[in-house]
């Protein structure tokens, strides 16, 4: 827990206190969720605060146990990434706007029902269906941090597109990009395909919109901090390590001869000839960081690759 970032790590937390807090709750006869979750916004029940707290209660094991194992996998990559403060806003913007999207949803369930049992039905009687079908209302409630984690997943394609991932059961490690389009054309097929199914599909469809819109105007304001360099850093580091251990042997024959060579041109070329070698390997170097930037790690070749670990040994 203590290489968690802290963000993350108090989300993690909060969460799991909150769910245990129900299931204790339960055994005296009292439903948390029922206070925390989300109503609907016609729903006697309905409170504005639940825009907020439905985030922290959860219908079940498996419901908590996948959320929060995405929020660890995800959620501390893109909190090294922005920091902790715009983490937490962009998770919460996220959360509430997964919230707001379900609103909407239940309302146009709610006018398609009325619509079609009730003859002659219009917007100015909704009130007066709304209160007499208070109790089956009170029962369309929303549960979970869904909507914030699809969001953190659509960051994470976002700001890393390129890195390649392994999702069970398939063979081959997809990227990211693909991975979020992926979930997200998951989710648009069976929020028009299913009903009843228990899922607030619509939820994560929110989370994921609101979380691109505010991602696409950090990125047009650079200035208030938008960036990847702290996550950049973990993903380097995990490669470094691992090449390190992958290419020790053959580097420590191939970086004698270059030391060797490179002792032997410093005694016979000129200054000018070696300043003008340095300026040429600084900018090499300065170009595949720039390929970096644009497409990934991954998109450099293995010379590339090598040159970049050259350098950094020096």
């Given at each position: 827990?203590?290489?968690?970032?802290?963000?993350?790590?108090?989300?993690?937390?909060?969460?799991?206190?909150?769910?245990?807090?129900?299931?204790?709750?339960?055994?005296?006869?009292?439903?948390?969720?029922?206070?925390?979750?989300?109503?609907?916004?016609?729903?006697?029940?309905?409170?504005?605060?639940?825009?907020?707290?439905?985030?922290?209660?959860?219908?079940?094991?498996?419901?908590?146990?996948?959320?929060?194992?995405?929020?660890?996998?995800?959620?501390?990559?893109?909190?090294?990434?922005?920091?902790?403060?715009?983490?937490?806003?962009?998770?919460?913007?996220?959360?509430?706007?997964?919230?707001?999207?379900?609103?909407?949803?239940?309302?146009?369930?709610?006018?398609?029902?009325?619509?079609?049992?009730?003859?002659?039905?219009?917007?100015?009687?909704?009130m007066l269906v709304a209160?007499?079908?208070?109790?089956?209302?009170?029962?369309?409630?929303?549960?979970?941090?869904?909507?914030?984690?699809?969001?953190?997943?659509?960051?994470?394609?976002?700001?890393?597109?390129?890195?390649?991932?392994?999702?069970?059961?398939?063979?081959?490690?997809?990227?990211?990009?693909?991975?979020?389009?992926?979930?997200?054309?998951?989710?648009?097929?069976?929020?028009?395909?299913?009903?009843?199914?228990?899922?607030?599909?619509?939820?994560?469809?929110?989370?994921?919109?609101?979380?691109?819109?505010?991602?696409?105007?950090?990125?047009?304001?650079?200035?208030?901090?938008?960036?990847?360099?702290?996550?950049?850093?973990?993903?380097?580091?995990?490669?470094?390590?691992?090449?390190?251990?992958?290419?020790?042997?053959?580097?420590?024959?191939?970086?004698?001869?270059?030391?060797?060579?490179?002792?032997?041109?410093?005694?016979?070329?000129?200054?000018w000839d070696y300043n003008?070698?340095?300026?040429?390997?600084?900018?090499?170097?300065?170009?595949?960081?720039?390929?970096?930037?644009?497409?990934?790690?991954?998109?450099?070749?293995?010379?590339?690759?090598?040159?970049?670990?050259?350098?950094?040994?020096?």
């Open positions: 827990m203590q290489n968690i970032p802290t963000v993350t790590r108090s989300l993690l937390i909060a969460n799991v206190v909150v769910f245990l807090a129900t299931m204790l709750m339960s055994y005296v006869g009292l439903d948390l969720n029922r206070v925390l979750g989300l109503h609907f916004i016609l729903a006697p029940n309905f409170q504005a605060y639940q825009l907020l707290t439905y985030m922290f209660a959860h219908g079940g094991w498996s419901h908590i146990f996948f959320n929060m194992f995405a929020l660890w996998m995800f959620g501390g990559i893109v909190e090294r990434t922005w920091g902790p403060r715009k983490f937490l806003f962009y998770y919460m913007v996220c959360g509430i706007g997964a919230g707001l999207f379900q609103e909407l949803a239940q309302l146009g369930e709610f006018y398609y029902i009325a619509s079609n049992n009730l003859a002659n039905f219009n917007i100015s009687q909704t209160e007499a079908n208070a109790p089956m209302l009170n029962s369309w409630t929303t549960v979970g941090a869904s909507g914030a984690i699809y969001g953190i997943l659509l960051a994470f394609g976002m700001l890393y597109p390129e890195e390649r991932m392994f999702i069970f059961p398939l063979p081959v490690p997809i990227k990211a990009k693909w991975f979020v389009v992926g979930y997200a054309a998951i989710e648009l097929f069976m929020a028009f395909s299913t009903a009843n199914d228990g899922v607030a599909h619509i939820a994560h469809l929110g989370g994921m919109v609101f979380g691109f819109f505010l991602i696409r105007y950090w990125r047009r304001h650079p200035s208030i901090g938008y960036g990847r360099r702290g996550g950049q850093q973990f993903f380097d580091s995990l490669r470094s390590s691992w090449e390190r251990r992958t290419n020790k042997h053959a580097n420590g024959f191939n970086s004698s001869t270059r030391q060797s060579n490179s002792s032997a041109n410093t005694r016979s070329e000129s200054d003008a070698r340095r300026k040429a390997q600084q900018e090499e170097v300065d170009r595949i960081l720039d390929k970096i930037r644009r497409s990934g790690y991954d998109s450099l070749t293995r010379e590339e690759k090598q040159r970049l670990f050259d350098n950094s040994r020096k």
